[in-house]
């Protein structure tokens, strides 16, 4: 029996039906776990309703579910169809079909359809606007497949967690390092694999090995270089080029002391916005460790700690200036450039001439020659050392307040400590809820309570001893601080190593600003002044 007849549907100025069909997220499931066409079924079932009537009707069919109109390009037209009164009936499966987007997209489809007096038929019903208890309904459809939607997205994503928190792996394939047990549905340490990262963690933080045995401080660039000719490591994939973007990510992954997060979102305007990382939800000690907490540590303070390290080969020693200067125009790092020109004279003798500049890759920057820098260098740290003491004094006083200003060294710590005593105040929760509901025994509770509580001790004697340091700022050893200068001039100078000397220089100058005054013309230099920044350690 038909749930409406032709002649009602004429009466009421029905004369053109669009049929808007469209799979759902179940039905999306449903087709991969029996391989039916679900679109095919469904047309098939709106065709058994619509054929009867006699009434000319057209078809839209969206492949592939969506919550949001914007991303259904076959329902935007047909909305506009609907708004050039070119239909005045929709057929759908269920109200549902038509969208379970934002409220912003609901109340765009409820109004299309009370303004337009669109009718709505499903194989079960039809709807008219005008009548309230269609209406009612109507709203109630539409707005509660929305919230339908939101409760089993946060159902889901709290299954996540829960099942995270349990130790159980929620996210598809093991990472790297690790092997899924079906039985368990927990991972594993794949031994092989977390021999490569911990081997990885190693050469960061202590340095590869030399061929004397002896270790060398590296970067991201020189250890992928190292890997590749040095062992047998293969990355995930299987290949042999070890990329330094893909060793930062390894090496700030802090899934492999066991930890897990989960990003968490917000709609804003329709619009789905990751939240802040300090929001996210942290499961810790959720899956086994590879990396102790200790070298995790280490290896995270090296990469906040490497903004001004040279960016060299593994087979090439870094300069004087390596990873020092920077250009004042664009803020990008300034490189060494030499080259080697002969010229004949008038004589027929053959000239040599050295050309060596420190260069700023970015064109129309700052090109200025290497070894003027490298003695305007010294000469401001000659200049500090020979004030006499109260001068030299505020020379100190204002270097160190110029960079205590621009150092983000105690921010760092501040958003560590801050963090740390969020994700232990969560397992705190965490713990109190398991034996609230029974999960834990008393003994159980009473060693996870220690745990947490010898961290949080831990964290808080860190917290006061940052204070203590900051306090202990105001103290300056002018005595100390003029030996430190001495020491790093006379060691500069007294060395012949290049490398040596950018070490020196390094721990001396946390920031040197190259800033162009006049572009040198042939034999005549270019001009130029220096903004410097001395390591806090040195005024210290």
């Known amino acids: 029996m038909a749930i409406v007849s032709t002649e009602t549907l004429l009466s009421l100025g029905i004369e053109q039906i669009i049929n808007y069909l469209r799979k759902s997220r179940a039905d999306e499931d449903y087709e991969k776990k029996t391989g039916e066409d679900v679109l095919k079924a469904q047309k098939e079932l709106m065709d058994r309703v619509l054929e009867p009537l006699g009434i000319p009707f057209d078809q839209r069919l969206e492949v592939g579910s969506g919550d949001k109109i914007s991303t259904r390009p076959v329902f935007q037209t047909v909305i506009k169809d609907l708004e050039a009164k070119k239909y005045q009936l929709i057929a ?25 007096r669109i009718f709505i038929l499903t194989p079960y019903k039809l709807y008219d606007p005008r009548n309230p208890a269609d209406l009612r309904q109507i709203r109630f459809e539409l707005f509660m497949s929305r919230e339908e939607f939101e409760t089993t997205r946060e159902r889901l994503f709290g299954g996540r967690v829960g099942n995270a928190m349990e130790g159980r792996w929620v996210a598809g394939a093991a990472p790297f390092g690790y092997t899924y047990n079906k039985t368990t549905k927990r991972l594993e340490i794949n031994e092989e694999q977390a021999k490569v990262i911990q081997a990885i963690f190693d050469f960061y933080v202590n340095g590869i090995i030399d061929d004397d045995g002896s270790r060398r401080d590296v970067s991201f660039r020189s250890l992928g270089t190292y890997l590749e000719r040095k062992t047998a490591f293969t990355t995930p994939k299987g290949k042999r080029n070890w990329s330094p973007t893909y060793l930062r990510t390894l090496l700030t992954t802090d899934r492999f002391m066991g ?3 989960f990003r968490t979102t917000k709609r804003v305007d329709g619009k789905r916005i990751d939240l802040p990382e300090d929001e996210h939800v942290v499961a810790e000690n959720a899956i086994p460790a590879i990396i102790d907490r200790e070298t995790w540590d280490r290896a995270q303070e090296k990469i906040r700690d490497s903004r001004h390290k040279p960016h060299n080969k593994m087979d090439f ?11 004042s125009a664009c803020g990008k790092k300034m490189v060494r450039q030499y080259s080697v020109q002969k010229y004949k004279t008038t004589s027929g003798a053959v000239s040599t001439y050295h050309k060596e500049f420190l260069w700023c890759t970015n064109p129309g920057c700052t090109f200025v020659k290497y070894r003027a820098v490298e003695e305007s260098l010294l000469q401001a740290l000659q200049r500090i050392l020979d004030l006499n003491d109260k001068s030299f004094k505020k020379e100190v006083e204002a270097l160190l307040a110029v960079s205590k200003k621009e150092s983000s060294i105690d921010i760092d710590h501040t958003q560590y400590i801050e963090q740390r005593a969020k ?5 705190m929760n965490f713990i109190y809820e398991k034996y609230e509901s029974g999960r834990y025994s008393d003994e159980v509770f ?17 917290r006061g001893n940052l204070g203590q340091q900051t306090q202990n700022d105001a103290e300056i050893n002018l005595d100390a601080v003029r030996l ?57």
């Open 446 to 462: 009473d060693e996870r309570m220690a745990e947490v509580e010898k961290e949080m001790k831990q964290l808080e004697d860190l």
């Open 259 to 261: 930890t897990l997060k």
């Open 92 to 116: 759908v499966k269920e109200i549902s079909r038509m969208g379970r987007g934002s409220y912003k997209d609901m109340g765009l489809i409820y109004d299309l359809i009370v303004d337009n």
């Open 423 to 427: 994700e232990i105040k969560n397992r």
């Open 317 to 327: 020693s870094p300069c004087e200036l390596a990873g020092i200067c920077r250009c």
């Open 484 to 540: 430190n200068i001495k020491n790093a001039l006379e060691g500069y100078r007294n060395s012949v190593d290049k490398t040596d000397r950018n070490n020196i220089l390094r721990k001396v100058f946390e920031d040197v600003e190259v800033h162009l005054i006049e572009r040198g013309r042939g034999r005549i230099p270019a001009k130029f002044k220096l903004k410097i920044r001395i390591d806090q350690q040195l005024l210290t």
